[in-house]
């Protein structure tokens, strides 16, 4: 309607674009006000807790007073401060600068990205690695660049979204097989027998549940239907098996998982950037086709600075590793006595079941007033009726930290009648 007054107006060209740039910006800010109300009315409203220092298992968030003891970072081994890891992050910043102003292929690639991607195949013992901006540009760049339509990929339904977008991007045969359900797997590999190539893709350990990928059955499957196995170790990596190699390692496949995907900006020094480790034949072809890593800027060489060292102090030692098993165990039988069910299997990812959702929002708010930063999940994030509090263990927890966050659950589970 505004159009034909436009053409009848007196308005000079310049007031008419004017005129009709305000008008899809008001139809903008009128469809975005209604979408952001709809997110709001649903009750699955994002807001973020604002931190004034470095992540650590003691920090400081705007708005409350005093320390808070934190137990919702993946700063699984406690590496994101530590005091060799950053110093290793400054010496890079200094001699290497602020980062490439470039992508790899182009004039990106400095020694360091070359030396840790050495590392890290010689970390997970496989022949090559490629480095990303993050896990999520691993998982978004892989599919396509290895997947055709004669090929077929097989996800468990409880991937993380970053495997479920890639998946998307590429043209392959999709399946989606029941969370660790190894007879429906079974069944879609037999249909997926048609096809050229059979890639099974999981999670190594699920971020909502601290349950474990059953990587054995899953490469005895794929061996006996000739499919390749590819792992999300982000939530694995640097911890998981006797030296922190992660879920291949702690189930003895590490020879049967062909390809792994994995983040630095959890354990391995909490900064950013991803990987994708495996055969060198795959790494070449990534280099040549995988669009996060072609089109995207190097990684920041403090950033590889970091990582590099996590790594180095991994491989020198599994102490750290160990640490932060047995802190996880401390906190999950301590809260087994004292009532609670814990999902998941000894896996620093320790969530508190609680079932309604209302019940795991205001017992985390009650926890951050007692100085214990935990986080309440529920449905959408998490199915209906299984509203939990997600706790975190870090190797850099006290033993004292852990007996604290175990005493005030237990105040707050009894005041809220989730413990009799
Ligand atoms: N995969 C899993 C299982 C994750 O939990 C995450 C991060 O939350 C990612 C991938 C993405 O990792 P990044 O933060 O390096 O992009």
Redesign the pocket.
Known sequence: MWGRRLLSSPLSPGQCRAYRARAALAQLSHVLEAELESIRGAGTWKSERVITSKQGPHIHVEGSRGGILNFCA?NYLGLSSHPEVIRSGLEALEKFGAGLSSVRFICGTQNIHKNLEEKISRFHQREDAILYA??????AGIFEALLTPEDAVLSDEL?????IDGIRLCKANKYRYKHMDMQDLEAKLQDAQKHRLRLVAT?G???MDGDIAPLKEICSLAQKYQALVFI?E??ATGFLGPNGRGTDELLGVMDQVDIV?S????ALGGA???YTTGPKALIDLLRQRSRPYLFSNSLPPAVVGCASKALDLLMESNAIAQSMVAKTRRFRSKMAAAGFSISGNDHPICPVMLGEARLASVMADDMLERGIYVIGFSYPVVPKGKARIRVQISAVHSEDDIDRCVEAFTEVGRKHGALP
């Open positions: 993946n993050s896990c999520f540009d691993a998982n991937n993380h979204a970053s495997i999670d350990a699920f971020s999300d982000c939530h995907n983040t630095l900006g959890k950013a950037g991803g």
